[in-house]
């Protein structure tokens, strides 16, 4: 069975402040993908990464795909408010779409003013 | 431009009623991907559909639960004779074509069973 496992759970900081959400896995993924999920609401798609050692960054989110394409990071400069939410991290299987996403368990971010 | 539209957003049911979700996907996309969010748990794939035709159905439970995307109309995800078991947060997702590049999510139907 193929598992993501995302570190840490919970994370409560300061606004300003940096922080990095790790997703960890002993398979391959073919690509892995970052959602934001609020409260009551569904997944949203914040970024895909495909190549091995790719990096991608979306204004203050940097996204880093591992080069054996098993893990992935995410960081976030200068945490806002706004950033509060759910963090969750998937994993596409093999080369084709079998439409089969694995998700992590999330990481809860608390950003505090 | 509507997103993935999903319908109901609530539903209660008694133990042994049916349940019915639907799932509209985005404009032009054709593949639908249903999936499940139990409390403290994870996201979990259950199907995925395209126009007609069911592609995995692996993590779907071989009892009580169905699911189909007819030529016209919304995916449907049927669920009979509901127990507790089955409260959960059911989420649709649609994508344009067969790659892994990311999918647009519903809002999701919450299901109670009472």
């Known amino acids: 069975t193929q598992l993501l496992e995302q570190s840490p759970q919970f994370l409560s900081i300061q606004e300003g402040e940096n922080l990095t959400v790790y997703c960890n896995s002993s398979s391959v993924f073919s690509s892995l993908q970052w959602y934001r999920q609020e409260p009551g609401e569904g997944p949203v798609l914040l970024v895909t990464v495909v190549t091995g050692g790719e990096v991608k960054k979306l204004k203050r989110l940097t996204f880093q795909f591992g080069d054996a394409r098993k893990d992935s990071s995410l960081h976030i400069t200068a945490a806002q408010p706004g950033d509060t939410g759910l963090y969750l991290c998937a994993g596409a299987q093999g080369s084709s779409n079998t439409g089969k996403l694995i998700f992590g368990q999330g990481t809860t971010l608390q950003v505090k003013p | 431009n509507a997103g993935v539209m999903q319908n109901p957003r609530h539903l209660v049911r008694r133990r042994g009623q049916e349940a019915r979700l639907r799932c509209s996907p985005m404009k032009g996309h054709s593949h639908v991907y249903w999936y499940r969010q139990l409390p403290e748990e994870g996201l979990k794939f259950m199907v995925y559909?395209?126009?007609?035709?069911?592609?995995?159905e692996s993590g779907m439970p071989k009892e009580r639960f169905s699911a189909e995307f007819p030529k016209e109309g919304p995916s449907i995800l049927r669920i009979q004779q509901v127990v507790r078991g089955d409260s959960a947060a059911y989420f649709c997702?649609?994508?344009?074509?067969?790659?892994?590049?990311?999918?647009?999510f519903g809002s999701g139907t919450r299901l109670t069973v009472v």
């Open positions: 997702a649609s994508s344009p074509d067969r790659l892994n590049y990311g999918y647009t």
């Open positions: 559909l395209q126009k007609e035709n069911i592609i995995d």
